[in-house]
């Protein structure tokens, strides 16, 4: 997630799910759907950055820092995990 380092004051949350980053000519888009999280560019296609993913919550915690946690493997074993940016 470089694109959040060089882009930090135009992060947005679009809800629950979906992390927008906008820059000068281009939006990226990481959004949580169908048990998988995916990078999109500008509205054109997608890819598919992290599979098993049961459940996702993104949270801005203040102005700078948003928080991402995700709950990773299927229904017997998971594992948490939490981004910081």
């Not at 997630?1 to 679009?14: G, L, P, R, T």
């Not at 927008?20 to 888009?29: A, C, D, L, T, V």
């Not at 017997?76 to 995990?81: E, G, L, R, Y």
């Amino acid at each position: 997630m470089k694109e959040a380092q060089q882009y930090n004051n135009h992060i947005s949350i679009e809800d629950s799910s979906k992390l927008i980053i906008r820059g000068k000519e281009e939006e990226i888009r990481y959004i949580f759907n169908h048990n998988k999280i995916y990078k999109n560019i500008n509205h054109k296609g997608n890819i598919t950055l992290l599979n098993n993913v049961v459940s996702s919550k993104i949270i801005k915690t203040n102005n700078k820092t948003i928080k991402i946690e995700l709950k990773i493997g299927d229904t017997n074993n998971t594992k948490d995990k939490t981004i910081i940016l």
